[in-house]
């Protein structure tokens, strides 16, 4: 069944909110739409109380190991992490805390996808398919989406259809998607992607990206009979937006568990 699934986004050590589509190597063009006064650890301890399970730390370049640390020691065995993950750190991240790592980035050398790469990480995690989720975070190129590494700056050679998650989803425990194009906007969800992620996979999968109203829970329950979870960022109150109530959302899930 759909539920809400919290985040943890971290920019040069702060929890923030962002326009997705502006993280490129140059700060002048980063548009942010919320910075936090408030830890990472506050927002575990936050997730943790609210039984918030699924919820994800994503490290958005250097300068964040520290606060994604600290939130793990907050929530140990609680929270996914992602950002920078390799076959060389992967197993670190599961010591440090984290109940599962996101990786993109390492499977796509010079944008090329690597079976190689991810049976490495795989393997680094003790062959523990429940230990990874793989992040095929996206962009629209034309009538397709194709997978996005490196910030979502760089579109990979992988179009994300049924043949590529046939690929890949005997290898992970869960796919998490952001609609790159969306993400941080508040202009809506991808209501297609919603739809054809839930033809796609049979295993669980979140979609984060343009989420702007406590009724987008519903749309992509609806769309999705139930398969697709979602994430909610910029418009969340506790990020400095006002078109959603955190404890709005918390109320949401619990009301799936009577149904």
């Not at 140059?26 to 918030?52: C, G, I, R």
């Not at 962009?139 to 590494?149: H, L, N, Y």
Request: net charge negative; charged share 20%.
């Amino acid at each position: 069944m759909t539920r809400f699934r919290p985040c943890i986004d971290l920019h040069s050590g702060q929890v923030k909110q962002i326009v997705g589509g502006t993280l490129t190597v140059s700060s002048s063009d980063l548009k942010t739409n919320h910075v936090s006064k408030l830890p990472a650890s506050h927002f575990a301890q936050l997730y943790n109380d609210n039984a918030m399970a699924g919820a994800h730390v994503i490290m958005l370049g250097p300068g964040n190991e520290e606060a994604a640390k600290q939130a793990l020691t907050t929530w140990p065995q609680g929270l996914q992490v992602g950002g920078g993950i390799t076959a060389m750190n992967a197993r670190q991240w599961i010591d440090w805390g984290a109940e599962k790592v996101i990786i993109t980035s390492y499977l796509f050398p010079n944008a090329q996808f690597s079976m190689d790469r991810l049976k490495d990480v795989l393997h680094a995690l003790g062959d523990d398919k429940s230990k990874l989720v793989i992040d095929l975070s996206c962009r629209i190129e034309g009538s397709s989406w194709f997978v996005a590494m490196n910030k979502w700056q760089t579109l990979t050679n992988m179009e994300i259809n049924q043949e590529s998650i046939n690929l890949l989803q005997p290898w992970c425990s869960e796919f998490l998607i952001h609609a790159a194009d969306n993400e941080g906007l508040q202009r809506g969800i991808d209501e297609e992607l919603v739809q054809k992620l839930a033809k796609w996979c049979s295993v669980p999968v979140t979609y984060a990206g343009g989420a702007h109203c406590l009724k987008d829970l519903d749309t992509v329950k609806a769309l999705s009979s139930g398969k697709v979870d979602l994430t909610i960022g910029s418009a969340l109150d506790i990020f400095g937006g006002d078109g959603v109530k955190f404890h709005d959302c918390v109320t949401w899930n619990r009301s799936q568990d009577t149904e």
